[in-house]
């Protein structure tokens, strides 16, 4: 018996490990997207590997999916036939041994002006390991998560609170490892091991909801756990602590965090008492009258301004194939707020493939042949044509991940995108500049 932690293959499509960041995963999938996009794949299942691999993608991106995709690998713990065997789970990665492994997730920001990321690091983690996860991310953390506004301060105080207790620790995940564990270790006749982690097994148990523990899988394994623990009996003894609140891991971020503060308090101290210097002048006697330099010339826009392209396409710069898939594309716009010049760029061939005008208020639908965009797009009030858009007070942004217009069986599947602000928007843009527009 064992955790299968990649009982779909979702690690072996990406080619990553199980102790990946979201960052690896991200690269991985931009490098095997273009491997094995339809476009670029003539196999005859390059359909099929390029939806398999955005499932994965998908879910493994996602903290809480991923934590889900793992703890669902040992569902079948059950169902082995024959003898037990117990096999020892690794720490993702050091890959030794441990007596008190744990599933976390721990959390990255770093942040600059309008700019904020946040990133995971998750996996099964020794002690050891899972230390230095959180030392990582924290530094990272408190140092670059500041920066950016709104939402570097908001995120960086919650990610430096987690990673202080332990990371975000899923009960269902570390309940099966540590059953898993705790059994590995009785069967190797370390009863006072395997009964310490059977506890550390139930309290997580203890956590579980309601419809998780009326799964019958769950409780076969808390009554394994319970006969264990009345075999050991006398034997049963407890672990150093070592995850969360008091442990050793936890002394040194929060100590750390304390130089931290006490260090930038001193240096906005001094900075504020540090008197100020500056070149004595004295004028001569006899006032002379001087002449400034006349200031240097400031360019003036002064483009004519020109009525708005109507609302729809200006222009379609992919040539249809005849055998080509078409998938649906609506883009709405808010009522009173800016028109906007949109791009859609392949992903693999980085070029424009249709070029859109919607204005404000308005509404278009339209179509785009099977594959995957990014989404750019210029907003402003006044238009100046093509060649200037919305003028010098044209915002250029590009949204974060790109679009998938793709087919499920006999299914078409497009996107409709709200270029609204709204709470909750799911849709994450970057601001970029005029030349990578």
């Not at 999916?65 to 793992?70: I, P, V, W």
């Not at 024959?82 to 030794?96: A, N």
């Not at 400031?298 to 249809?320: K, S």
């Given at each position: 018996m064992h955790l299968n932690c990649d009982f779909l293959g979702y690690y072996s499509a990406l080619g990553v490990k199980p102790s990946a960041t979201s960052e690896e995963i991200k690269k991985a999938f931009r490098?095997?997207?273009?491997?094995?996009?339809?476009?670029?794949?003539?196999?005859?299942?390059?359909?099929?590997?390029?939806?398999?691999?955005?499932?994965?993608?998908?879910?493994?991106?996602?903290?809480?999916?991923?934590?889900?995709?793992?703890?669902?690998?040992?569902?079948?713990?059950?169902?082995?036939?024959?003898?037990?065997?117990?096999?020892?789970?690794?720490?993702?990665?050091?890959?030794?041994?441990?007596?008190?492994?744990r599933y976390a997730i721990y959390y990255q920001v770093v942040s600059f002006i309008v700019f904020t990321q946040r990133s995971v690091s998750q996996g099964i983690f020794c002690s050891a390991c899972g230390a230095k996860a959180a030392y990582r991310a924290s530094l990272v953390t408190v140092f670059f998560g500041w920066w950016g506004f709104p939402w570097g301060p908001i995120w960086t105080l919650p990610a430096l609170v987690r990673n202080l207790l332990g990371g975000t620790q899923p009960p269902m995940n570390n309940f099966k490892i540590l059953w898993c564990q705790a059994m590995y270790f009785a069967s190797i006749r370390r009863i006072e091991i395997a009964s310490a982690m059977a506890l550390d097994a139930l309290n997580f148990g203890a956590k579980l909801s309601s419809a998780e523990r009326a799964d019958a899988n769950v409780n076969q394994l808390l009554e394994a756990l319970g006969y264990l623990l009345a075999v050991a009996k006398s034997g049963t003894s407890t672990l150093p602590k070592v995850w969360g609140f008091g442990s050793k891991t936890f002394k040194v971020q929060a100590i750390g965090g304390v130089i931290v503060a006490v260090a930038i308090t001193v240096a906005v101290a001094m900075i504020a008492n540090t008197p100020r210097t500056a070149y004595r002048h004295t004028p001569p006697t006899g006032a002379q009258e001087s002449k400034a330099?006349?200031?240097?010339?400031?360019?003036?826009?002064?483009?004519?301004?020109?009525?708005?392209?109507?609302?729809?396409?200006?222009?379609?710069?992919?040539?249809?194939?005849?055998?080509?898939?078409?998938?649906?594309?609506?883009?709405?716009?808010?009522?009173?707020?800016?028109?906007?010049?949109?791009?859609?760029?392949?992903?693999?061939?980085?070029?424009?493939?249709?070029?859109?005008?919607v204005r404000a208020g308005d509404t278009v639908e339209t179509e785009l042949p099977i594959g995957s965009y990014y989404l750019k797009f210029a907003a402003g009030e006044r238009w100046y044509g093509e060649d200037f858009l919305f003028g010098p007070d044209t915002s250029y942004s590009k949204a974060d991940e790109p679009l998938l217009f793709r087919i499920e069986g006999h299914r078409v599947f497009g996107h409709v995108i709200e270029l609204i602000k709204q709470v909750n928007g799911n849709l994450r843009e970057t601001p970029i500049s005029p030349t990578d527009f």
């Open positions: 490098t095997k997207a273009q491997e094995v996009h339809p476009d670029r794949n003539s196999a005859p299942d390059a359909t099929k590997r390029f939806q398999f691999l955005n499932d994965a993608f998908q879910t493994l991106s996602n903290p809480e999916a991923r934590a889900q995709y793992d703890a669902e690998g040992s569902a079948s713990l059950a169902e082995d036939n024959g003898p037990p065997v117990f096999e020892p789970l690794i720490c993702s990665v050091c890959k030794k041994i441990s007596a008190q492994p330099p006349a200031p240097a010339p400031v360019a003036v826009f002064d483009q004519p301004e020109v009525p708005y392209p109507p609302t729809g396409r200006i222009r379609t710069l992919r040539v249809r194939r005849p055998e080509s898939e078409m998938a649906p594309l609506k883009i709405v716009t808010a009522t009173g707020g800016f028109n906007y010049y949109a791009k859609l760029v392949g992903v693999e061939t980085g070029k424009p493939a249709l070029i859109l005008f």
